[in-house]
């Protein structure tokens, strides 16, 4: 079955071009991530990495600016740390800022 999953993954990187996919929020892409989870650790645990950036990978996430920095929060409200995020998320958030909060 893992490997199946894993063939559908490549299938995926195949047939849709990188410019027509869904930009994805993390710095390495969610069927990236899924596929080196999958590989080294087994089918079980790449659904797993599939259904927890499926919930978090979505619009709706939030940057604070803190006083120890700055901290991404998801739309499930999970907190990750800036090196987990794409460098595009982040420079489009510094560039259009309504959605972001400051704690001063």
Known sequence: ???VFLWFIKAYWFLIPPHKRNKCIFSESCSHYVFRITQKRGLIKGLVALNFRFKHCRPGYYIINGK???LFISSRNKVFDLTEI???V?????????FECSNN
């Open 86 to 88: 794409s460098e595009n």
């Open 1 to 3: 079955m893992r490997v």
């Open 90 to 98: 982040l420079e489009m958030k510094n560039k259009t800022s309504p």
């Open 68 to 70: 120890d920095g700055k």
